[in-house]
Nanobody, 120 residues
């Protein structure tokens, strides 16, 4: 069973940066569209950024100009570079992907989440 694995979360001071990464737990054919979501305590999960299979990107207004989503098709990984972090960015960040597991198998997968805490 393919899983998405996030990494790169942690504790950072306001104004700092973190880089999250999302990768499949085993060999896959291709990642199609990939999104990062986040969920803060007591709040609904929200869409942060999306990158399509062709590389087009979209961002939530709250992160535009600060976050950058990118993909490495050769490695089947997606990264979320987060700059100028503030306490409102504190949340569990989840990777969600449309995964072409094989030529004949495709599905929607979620990672287990990685905690990002912005605090002084």
């Amino acid at each position: 069973q393919v899983q998405l694995v996030e990494s790169g979360g942690g504790l950072v001071q306001p104004g700092g940066s973190l880089r999250l990464s999302c990768a499949a737990s085993e060999s896959i054919f291709r990642l199609n569209a990939v999104s990062w979501y986040r969920q803060a305590p007591g709040k609904q999960r929200e869409l942060v950024a999306t990158v399509t299979s062709r590389g087009s990107t979209n961002y939530a207004d709250s992160v535009k100009g600060r976050f950058t989503i990118s993909r490495d098709n050769a490695k089947n990984t997606v990264a979320l570079q987060m700059n100028s972090l503030n306490p409102e960015d504190t949340a569990v960040y989840y990777c969600n992907a449309d995964v072409q597991v094989t030529l004949l198998s495709r599905g929607d997968y979620w990672g287990q989440g990685t905690q990002v805490t912005v605090s002084s």
